[in-house]
């Protein structure tokens, strides 16, 4: 099962609005609704920021998104902040051996 | 408070084995399923085991199967990573994870809580 494929980088300045993609197959992002995306800022534990593709765990600022288009997924993170500079991950069901996959991870700098 | 706490991790020869635990407290345990998920030094995350709440669905990642074996106590509120046949690959920052739903007989991976990790270092 190879990684889902997500840019290396993405940038904004401090209130703009950021899309990340997240694409894979019709065997796990385009053929279920159990992404979820985390964010993770250097030396601490990855942190849940939407699952089932577009759903918010109570606590995460309404300002991230969740959405999905045929085998590409996508976090949208509006009001850019500079608490919002991390490294961002999806991750979805497949149907393979393996049950579950991440994408390949994205680093998003606030300018 | 969900308390997620790793341990077990360490510096071993290829080929040797290791076992993980993870104690839980602060949720009912076996009410959810529970992965170990892991991240080489600078690299991203690899989702690599998950067990459901009654042990009935488990699932590993293809790097790893028929060398790791996860299991769980659930009377003893723990999750283990036993690892065999260690590779110099495996080197990483282990984390186990809770799932967001419990009762899920499906190994969907959304990881609510993560713990802060137990580093397993493989080299000779």
């Known amino acids: 099962q190879s990684a889902l494929t997500q840019p290396a980088s993405v940038s904004g300045s401090p209130g703009q609005s950021i899309t990340i993609s997240c694409t894979g197959t019709?065997?796990?992002?385009?053929?279920?609704?159990?992404v979820s995306w985390y964010q993770q800022h250097p030396g601490k534990a990855p942190k849940l920021m939407i699952y089932?593709?577009?759903n918010r765990p109570s606590g995460v600022s309404n300002r991230f998104s969740g959405s999905k288009s045929g085998n590409t997924a996508s976090l949208t993170i509006s009001g850019l902040q500079a608490e919002d500079e991390a490294d961002y991950y999806c991750?979805?069901?497949?149907?393979?051996?393996?049950?579950?996959?991440f994408g390949t991870g994205t680093k998003v700098t606030v300018l | 408070e969900v308390q997620l706490v790793e341990s077990g991790g360490g510096l071993v020869q290829p080929g040797r084995s290791l076992r993980l635990s993870c104690a839980a407290s602060?949720?009912?345990?076996?009410?959810?399923?529970m992965h170990w998920v892991r991240q080489a030094p600078g690299k991203g995350l690899e989702w690599v085991s998950g067990?459901?709440?009654?042990?009935?669905?488990?699932g590993y990642a293809d790097s790893v199967k028929g060398r790791f074996t996860i299991s769980r106590d659930n009377a003893k509120n723990s999750l283990y990573l036993q690892m065999n046949s260690l590779r110099a690959e495996d080197t990483a920052l282990y984390y186990c994870?809770?799932?967001?739903?419990?009762?899920?007989?499906?190994?969907?991976?959304?990881?609510?809580?993560w713990g802060q990790g137990t580093l397993v270092t493989v080299s000779s």
């Open positions: 089932e593709v577009s």
């Open positions: 019709s065997s796990d992002v385009g053929g279920y609704n159990y």
């Open positions: 602060g949720f009912t345990f076996d009410d959810y399923a």
């Open positions: 994870a809770k799932d967001s739903f419990g009762f899920r007989e499906l190994l969907v991976f959304s990881g609510e809580n």
């Open positions: 991750s979805s069901y497949t149907s393979s051996s393996t049950p579950s996959v």
């Open positions: 067990i459901s709440w009654n042990s009935g669905s488990i």
